[in-house]
């Protein structure tokens, strides 16, 4: 009895670490984007770090925390929250995430690309786009309308 009740504990613990230790990309953008609310700079560092490349990023990260560092209220207004715009899955590994930021002032872009070289979902780059408005209005260019309808 006693080596049934260890075999099935050392199974409980086996699940729960393989479980566990791999986030998949929703889970990672879910977690990105409730630090967010609280502490924009601790959600890009904290996304960062889950890849031990951008350890040579340094630079880049302090920027990118910077620059969220910089939506504050009296520059931008209150943050609502964030919306979807698009998911491109290029193959099981490799996935792009494009969010909508609503603030007062204006909408922000976060164009999140996670990577899964082997068994652990990373974040392969995340690029911030305040212009997206401009995007928008081009896509209601005539050449890029289908007139045949």
Known sequence: MKLTKKIFIIIIVLISKTSYSQDLPDEMIKSFFTQYSKNPAKAVEKIYQTSIWTSRLKDGIEDMKNEVGKYTIDY????????????????????????????????????????????????FSLKIDGVIDEEIEQSAKLFNLDLEK
């Open 76 to 123: 931008m207004g209150e943050y609502y929250g964030s919306e979807l715009i698009t998911k491109k899955q290029l193959s099981n590994t490799f996935v792009l995430y494009s969010y909508l930021l609503k603030y007062d002032r204006q909408p922000i872009r976060f164009i999140f690309k996670l990577y899964r070289p082997n068994d652990k979902w990373v974040l």
